[in-house]
């Protein structure tokens, strides 16, 4: 398995412009996470799935953001209108269950907002 | 909120050198774990360790865990520089399956 794939990598954009993040999962695994990862505040979580049902989003910051699922192999995370202070690493993770949660974090998205 | 809290947050040694890091946490939790991550990389997995286990080890690393206290350490013997990452412990609470890291430990091994 390739492992949890995210793209892009990298993106530069400028403030008011809108972000999508996007994120495949481990096949087999049936939860998935979205961290944030700046140096202020650490590692954040921002919201989890499970069976590609959002169980917890407590920890999205505002309204900009919003992520989807839509099917097994596929996750999104949108920020409509981008900020500079939105400027982070953001990471998705999967693991076989929401149970049994060792994660397997994707390599990361680092976002700048200009 | 970080439930788990590091320490030391930066730490340099020798190679060949043990390096010993500390996680406190707040509140009962399931399992702890401790992940690993290189510069500009994601993190990853090395080991977890019950609530109702005391010690775990794991080739060159040794994980213990002390409920009462609240805390667990995490000791990487005989460290190399590929050893140098930042560590993070990781927990979930009792009836939340939400995983919580601390801000994590730097170690820098120098050769």
């Known amino acids: 398995d390739a492992g949890v794939i995210q793209s892009p990598r990298h993106e530069v954009t400028e403030m008011g412009q809108e972000v999508t993040l996007r994120c495949k999962p481990i096949s087999g695994h049936n939860s998935l996470f979205w961290y944030r990862q700046t140096m202020m505040r650490g590692l954040e979580l921002l919201i989890y799935f499970n069976n590609n049902v959002p169980i917890d989003d407590s920890g999205m910051p505002e309204d900009r953001f919003s992520a989807k699922m839509p099917n097994a192999s596929f996750s999104t995370l949108k920020i409509q209108p981008s900020e500079p202070r939105d400027s982070a690493v953001y990471f998705c993770?999967?693991?076989?269950?929401?149970?049994?949660?060792?994660?397997?974090f994707g390599a990361g998205s680092r976002l700048t907002v200009l | 909120s970080q439930q788990g809290e590091e320490d030391p947050q930066a730490l340099s040694i020798q190679e060949g050198e043990n390096a010993t890091m500390n996680c406190s946490y707040k509140?009962?939790?399931?399992?702890l774990q401790w992940y690993r991550q290189n510069s500009g990389r994601g993190l990853v997995h090395l080991i977890l360790?019950?609530?109702?286990?005391r010690e775990k080890h794991s080739g060159r690393l040794r994980v213990t865990l002390d409920t009462s206290k609240k805390s667990s350490s995490l000791l990487i013997t005989a460290s190399r520089a590929a050893d140098t990452a930042s560590y993070f412990c990781?927990?979930?609470?009792?009836?939340?399956?939400?995983?919580?890291f601390g801000a994590g430990t730097t170690v820098t091994v120098r050769a």
């Open positions: 360790i019950r609530s109702n286990e």
């Open positions: 990781a927990t979930d609470a009792t009836n939340d399956y939400k995983l919580s």
């Open positions: 993770a999967s693991s076989l269950s929401a149970g049994a949660n060792v994660l397997t």
């Open positions: 509140t009962s939790i399931n399992n």
